[in-house]
């Protein structure tokens, strides 16, 4: 690998966010002469990157002259690999062995997302390099002293600015004799065209105390001084990002900009907003982004400063181990038979929760036997309750789920390790390799009929299940991403166990459709019309048709699925709940 070309964004904040992918080819390819396409504003960024040897700026130009100048720069090169963040049609006018377009995902945290570009599990943390030049010169603006709390009180636009008031009133409470960082200095950064809107706050700061970097430092600078800081707070920025990336513990203000995509990346980073959440704000009839007025005031300094402190007790030395504590879930009706199993091949966990629901066997025994940690047992009619309970239960800072019937394999034990100890808070995918009897099928599940992956390892506070009879809904944290190895699982014994647990599930919905008013709304015509397409996506679009048999069961009673339960919740009597 010798030529490499990696096309990224204009803003900051992004080029910064794609450098954890940067770094890693970097890393994977060390003799590799990387070529970076970016925006002006972003290229000095890149300039002590480690395997980058030429930075092409993409000055924007009218009717999309930008890409035809960077077309022209980069077409007399053989590349080995072009890499374009941007989805653009370049790689495909370009000599090169491998392409790799990065599709648009909103459902990611734009760490996740990016590394999906080269398929990387799990996404490699965005990561700066400063070189000699810029940390000697940050050790004359940022001397060693008193601690140092970075401050980043401006933004690229006025909606995703906190009020400047706010900003001075936070800085006197961290530095004070009970903050976080008692007698601190203050180092504030920003751009040069930003200046105006800090002096409110640049004023309010004594000048003994006061490290004054906006519009003072190149991008290179900022990053050598931020890595002298103690602290960061600020405003969704590319500074917050540079913060994050340096590995300062960053906590970031939202507002108008979703903290689940934009979040500050990394065990170190953390996010809060106001009573309004993303959707809220942006829905808004009055909502202009090009106004001047903030959309932050909800967001008062009292929570702000809680979440800071907050941060920096989870983030301190004496105030978390060096690996992040996992707990697992496993929630049970009577399932004597298969806890054993289940809960031993959960030995790499800090903390086993199990939650006996009804049980009748000697579960308890058997969870007893097998070592878990936590036992609580209790009635729960509803699914989401049960699981929430667990949830509550669980001390660790992540948590995994898992189910009597699954088995997971001690590489994703470590896989979960590794993952953890880099990522924030969120959740991540975990696929199933799903077995009935002996037989594994992996293709077609989808639907009611079982899945093929689900949302099993999150950060404590990032999951909640709903009240519904089957399938319960989620409210989730963002999704950073997908891990690799699968968790076996021995969803059915064989056919006629399936079918039994089609006719419990299809009971259950029924009992939903009751209850909710849905059945009135729905019609047996609309179900009917239902069975080809969710047999088609069960059998074609999920590849049903590679597991023979048991992958067209499966198509049929994914499409079969809606009219039965329609057909039980208007025919029969009697809620059918579990």
Same mark, same amino acid.
């Given at each position: 690998?010798?030529?490499?070309?990696?096309?990224?964004?204009?803003?900051?904040?992004?080029?910064?966010?794609?450098?954890?992918?940067?770094?890693?080819?970097?890393?994977?390819?060390?003799?590799?002469?990387?070529?970076?396409?970016?925006?002006?504003?972003?290229?000095?960024?890149?300039?002590?990157?480690?395997?980058?040897?030429?930075?092409?700026?993409?000055?924007?130009?009218?009717?999309?002259?930008?890409?035809?100048?960077?077309?022209?720069?980069?077409?007399?090169?053989?590349?080995?690999?072009?890499?374009?963040?941007?989805?653009?049609?370049?790689?495909?006018?370009?000599?090169?062995?491998?392409?790799?377009?990065?599709?648009?995902?909103?459902?990611?945290?734009?760490?996740?997302?990016?590394?999906?570009?080269?398929?990387?599990?799990?996404?490699?943390?965005?990561?700066?390099?400063?070189?000699?030049?810029?940390?000697?010169?940050?050790?004359?603006?940022?001397?060693?002293?008193?601690?140092?709390?970075?401050?980043?009180?401006?933004?690229?636009?006025?909606?995703?600015?906190?009020?400047?008031?706010?900003?001075?009133?936070?800085?006197?409470?961290?530095?004070?004799?009970?903050?976080?960082?008692?007698?601190?200095?203050?180092?504030?950064?920003?751009?040069?065209?930003?200046?105006?809107?800090?002096?409110?706050?640049?004023?309010?700061?004594?000048? $003994? +105390?006061?490290?004054? @970097?906006?519009?003072? *430092? !190149?991008?290179?600078?900022?990053? #050598?001084?931020?890595?002298? %800081? /103690?602290?960061?707070?600020?405003?969704?920025?590319?500074?917050?990002?540079?913060?994050?990336?340096?590995?300062?513990?960053?906590?970031?203000?939202?507002?108008?900009?979703?903290?689940?995509?934009?979040?500050?990346?990394?065990?170190?980073?953390?996010?809060?907003?106001?009573?309004?959440?993303?959707?809220?704000?942006?829905?808004?009839?009055?909502?202009?982004?090009?106004?001047?007025?903030?959309?932050?005031?909800?967001?008062?300094?009292?929570?702000?400063?809680?979440?800071?402190?907050?941060?920096?007790?989870?983030?301190?030395?004496?105030?978390?181990?060096?690996?992040?504590?996992?707990?697992?879930?496993?929630?049970?009706?009577?399932?004597?038979?298969?806890?054993?199993?289940?809960?031993?091949?959960?030995?790499?966990?800090? $903390? +086993?929760?199990?939650? @006996?629901?009804?049980? *009748? !066997?000697?579960?308890?025994?058997? #969870?007893?036997?097998?070592? %878990? /940690?936590?036992?609580?047992?209790?009635?729960?009619?509803?699914?989401?309750?049960?699981?929430?309970?667990?949830?509550?239960?669980?001390?660790?800072?992540?948590?995994?789920?898992?189910?009597?019937?699954?088995?997971?394999?001690?590489?994703?034990?470590?896989?979960?390790?590794?993952?953890?100890?880099?990522?924030?808070?969120?959740?991540?995918?975990?696929?199933?390799?799903?077995?009935?009897?002996?037989?594994?099928?992996?293709?077609?599940?989808?639907?009611?009929?079982?899945?093929?992956?689900?949302?099993?390892?999150?950060?404590?506070?990032?999951?909640?299940?709903?009240?519904?009879?089957?399938?319960?809904?989620?409210?989730?944290?963002?999704?950073?991403?997908?891990?690799?190895?699968?968790?076996?699982?021995?969803?059915?014994?064989?056919?006629?166990?399936? @079918?039994?647990?089609?006719?419990?599930?299809?009971?259950?919905? #029924?009992?939903?459709?009751?209850?909710?008013?849905?059945?009135?709304?729905?019609?047996?015509?609309?179900?009917?019309?239902?069975?080809?397409?969710?047999?088609?996506?069960?059998?074609?679009?999920?590849?049903?048709?590679?597991?023979?048999?048991?992958?067209?069961?499966?198509?049929?009673?994914?499409?079969?699925?809606?009219?039965?339960?329609?057909?039980?919740?208007?025919?029969?009597?009697?809620?059918?709940?579990?």
């Amino acid at each position: 690998m010798k030529h490499i070309l990696f096309v990224t964004y204009n803003r900051i904040g992004d080029a910064v966010l794609s450098s954890g992918v940067l770094s890693w080819l970097a890393d994977r390819y060390p003799q590799a002469q990387i070529t970076v396409a970016c925006g002006p504003a972003a290229a000095t960024l890149f300039r002590d990157q480690p395997g980058v040897t030429r930075i092409i700026e993409m000055q924007k130009q009218k009717r999309a002259g930008h890409w035809v100048s960077l077309w022209r720069q980069t077409v007399g090169t053989r590349w080995d690999m072009v890499i374009d963040l941007r989805a653009s049609l370049l790689a495909y006018t370009l000599r090169a062995k491998a392409r790799h377009v990065l599709r648009q995902d909103t459902r990611l945290h734009r760490v996740p997302h990016i590394a999906t570009v080269l398929g990387l599990t799990p996404a490699p943390a965005p990561r700066l390099a400063t070189g000699e030049e810029a940390r000697v010169r940050a050790a004359k603006l940022v001397p060693p002293g008193p601690p140092v709390l970075a401050v980043g009180p401006t933004a690229n636009w006025a909606g995703k600015a906190w009020p400047a008031d706010r900003f001075s009133a936070l800085i006197e409470r961290l530095i004070a004799p009970d903050g976080i960082l008692p007698g601190a200095r203050v180092m504030l950064i920003g751009a040069a065209a930003e200046r105006e809107a800090a002096l409110p706050v640049i004023d309010s700061i004594p000048s $003994e +105390r006061l490290i004054d @970097l906006v519009g003072r *430092t !190149d991008l290179p600078l900022t990053a #050598a001084c931020l890595e002298r %800081a /103690d602290f960061y707070v600020g405003n969704d920025s590319g500074p917050m990002h540079m913060a994050a990336a340096v590995g300062l513990p960053t906590l970031g203000l939202f507002g108008p900009s979703p903290e689940n995509r934009y979040g500050p990346w990394g065990p170190k980073g953390a996010s809060v907003r106001g009573p309004r959440s993303f959707e809220e704000i942006i829905s808004d009839p009055a909502y202009d982004y090009r106004s001047p007025k903030s959309e932050m005031t909800g967001l008062s300094v009292d929570e702000a400063v809680q979440a800071a402190r907050a941060l920096h007790a989870k983030t301190t030395t004496t105030g978390i181990p060096s690996f992040p504590r996992l707990s697992t879930l496993t929630v049970a009706h009577n399932e004597e038979h298969n806890l054993a199993g289940c809960l031993a091949a959960l030995s790499f966990a800090d $903390e +086993r929760v199990v939650v @006996l629901d009804r049980c *009748t !066997d000697k579960s308890r025994d058997v #969870a007893l036997a097998a070592g %878990a /940690d936590k036992i609580i047992e209790g009635a729960w009619p509803i699914e989401g309750d049960r699981r929430n309970a667990g949830i509550d239960a669980c001390t660790g800072d992540w948590i995994l789920e898992v189910d009597a019937d699954e088995r997971v394999p001690a590489d994703l034990g470590r896989e979960i390790s590794a993952v953890t100890l880099t990522s924030p808070p969120g959740h991540y995918l975990v696929q199933f390799d799903n077995y009935v009897g002996k037989t594994r099928v992996r293709y077609g599940w989808g639907a009611y009929i079982g899945a093929s992956a689900a949302p099993r390892l999150f950060a404590r506070g990032t999951k909640k299940w709903g009240r519904q009879r089957v399938h319960p809904s989620l409210e989730m944290g963002p999704r950073l991403g997908m891990l690799d190895t699968r968790i076996d699982h021995l969803v059915d014994d064989n056919i006629s166990d399936m @079918l039994a647990r089609f006719d419990r599930y299809t009971t259950a919905n #029924a009992a939903d459709l009751r209850h909710s008013g849905k059945a009135e709304a729905e019609t047996l015509r609309r179900n009917i019309r239902r069975i080809p397409s969710r047999f088609y996506k069960a059998y074609v679009r999920r590849k049903g048709y590679r597991e023979g048999g048991y992958g067209f069961l499966v198509a049929v009673l994914a499409g079969l699925y809606p009219v039965v339960s329609y057909l039980k919740a208007t025919l029969e009597k009697g809620d059918g709940g579990s």
